[in-house]
């Protein structure tokens, strides 16, 4: 086995990875090992999980049944394309079993590889309906600042993270952008109305600004992962689904990071009481083992996809939609989940870790902490009465980052704030674990 030195020369001189600057790879970590909620480098060093790899190991690691159903799988076949006229048992099973767990009026679904392609199939799949519709001029999408939705071109677009933009402009047209309802920086100027509503109706401006019958549909993540760990007001999502039905706009829920038990629900919007057109997903689908996502449409939809002449067909694919192996995985992945009960686990960890981390309020550079279900997000601040952040020159992100690593956790800092996403195996204290070491990375800042 070659050693961490000769692992990261060869990796420099031959990798590119994602969002990839040399600068920000010199102390790369080579991963070697990884049980439960325990992940553990090339040099020996055990370091607690602190985001399910990237949101997505939400049953743990090292789980040999996962192991098994890919193997099996690929005895029997490995692969098989799924384009209209072919199919196999596993993406058949999986779309039934999908259709028992998400949203009632959701019963249809199309496999990918991943979350920005599910975007990408979203998108499209929104523009197929409204032409179908004979709507054709219903082509632009709203998604918000802070949202997350893939780094593919029109994916990308969507995302409302401005650093992913500068270096890959001109970005596709027909997106456009609202401010995120984040509560603890969001400036309510029609205080008549809750935060919620008010958040929402941003929706309604700029559908009216740009046209209703210009718009196919709004994306949002029912918390916004990668922005920072956003939950909504409990009135917004009730708001922007009356308004995509009064303004003929359909709601795509973006679940790559909130289904499958994350929130403490199977998916996200199942919190706020309302049901999207179009539902994507991928990541805990199969906990990160092998490469799935895909969407779910409403049975509106698929009678649009069913009803339209062959000409007309929808005209979208990829080489490993529906593969059996991933699909497989799947199946014996949501069996975990249901078996061991991780979606109720998730709700009581989840509210055990965000009590925890609210204890830490009372640190002077503590500004906002919150969460839902096993997604948390600590925010330092310079000034807590005027939730000023730190200048960037203080560089607080990467010297936390240092500190919780120095303690035994691994995870993602945003800016200047910590976010968190344990396995939902996580037990109780490992939570209280993860909790003190990041009171006590906070307060080593000073």
């Known amino acids: 086995m070659l050693t961490e030195t000769e692992h990261v020369q060869a990796d420099q001189a031959h990798l590119l990875h994602p969002l990839y600057h040399p ?11 990884a049980k439960g909620a325990m992940v553990k480098d090339i040099a020996g060093n055990e370091y607690i999980d602190g985001l399910s790899a990237l949101w997505n190991v939400n049953v743990g690691h090292g789980r040999e049944e996962l192991a098994r159903a890919a193997y099996e799988q690929m005895t029997r076949m490995a692969y098989y394309s799924a384009y209209a006229g072919s199919t196999n048992p596993p993406a058949i099973q999986l779309a039934e079993k999908l259709s028992q767990i998400i949203y009632p009026s959701i019963n249809t ?3 990918t590889s991943g979350g920005a392609e599910s975007t990408e199939s979203s998108f499209k799949t929104a523009r197929f309906f409204w032409k179908a519709a004979g709507k054709s001029d219903k082509v632009k999408f709203i998604s918000r ?14 995302t409302g993270l401005p650093t992913y933009w500068p270096m890959f402009e001109p ?8 401010e995120s309802p984040y509560p603890y920086r969001f400036q309510n100027k029609t205080p008549e109305l809750s935060d919620g509503v008010a958040a929402a109706n941003l929706l309604e401006e ?24 956003i939950v909504p007001q409990d009135d917004y999502f009730q708001r922007v689904r009356a308004i995509c039905d009064q303004y003929e706009v359909l709601l795509i829920s973006d679940e790559v990071i909130t289904g499958f038990g994350r929130t403490g629900r199977w998916f996200g919007l199942e919190h706020y009481g309302v049901e999207p057109d179009i539902a994507q997903f991928a990541k805990g689908i199969t906990s990160g083992y092998v490469p799935l996502g895909g969407i779910g449409v409403s049975d509106r939809i698929r009678e649009a996809i069913e009803s339209v002449p062959p000409e007309k067909r929808w005209m979208h694919a990829y080489t490993y939609s529906g593969h059996p192996t991933c699909c497989a995985v799947a199946l ?17 960890m989840g509210d055990r870790l965000l009590a925890g981390l609210k204890e830490l309020d009372e640190l002077p550079s503590v500004g906002d902490v919150r969460g ?24 607080m992100g990467a010297r936390l980052g240092k500190e919780l690593v120095k303690r035994g956790l691994y995870t993602r800092i945003l800016g200047d704030t ?27 800042l000073g």
């Open 332 to 348: 014996a992945n949501i069996a975990i989940i249901e078996r061991e009960g991780l979606v109720e686990r998730a709700a009581a």
């Open 372 to 395: 839902k279900g096993m997604m948390a997000a600590v925010e330092l601040v310079a000034d807590k009465a005027a939730k000023e952040p730190f200048p960037a020159a203080a560089n």
């Open 23 to 33: 600068s920000a790879h010199q102390g790369a970590k080579v991963w070697v090992e």
């Open 206 to 229: 700029a559908i009216l600004r740009e046209g209703p019958e210009t718009v196919a549909a709004f994306i949002a993540e029912p918390v916004q992962g990668a922005g920072g760990v």
């Open 171 to 178: 970005r596709v047209p027909g997106f456009v952008h609202i």
């Open 145 to 158: 600042m802070k949202g997350y939705h893939g780094v593919t071109m029109a994916a990308m677009s969507a």
């Open 109 to 111: 679904f199309f496999f």
């Open 418 to 444: 910590v976010l968190l996403a344990p396995p939902l195996i996580t037990d109780e204290a490992m939570i209280d674990q993860i909790v003190q070491i990041v009171g006590e990375s906070i307060a080593a």
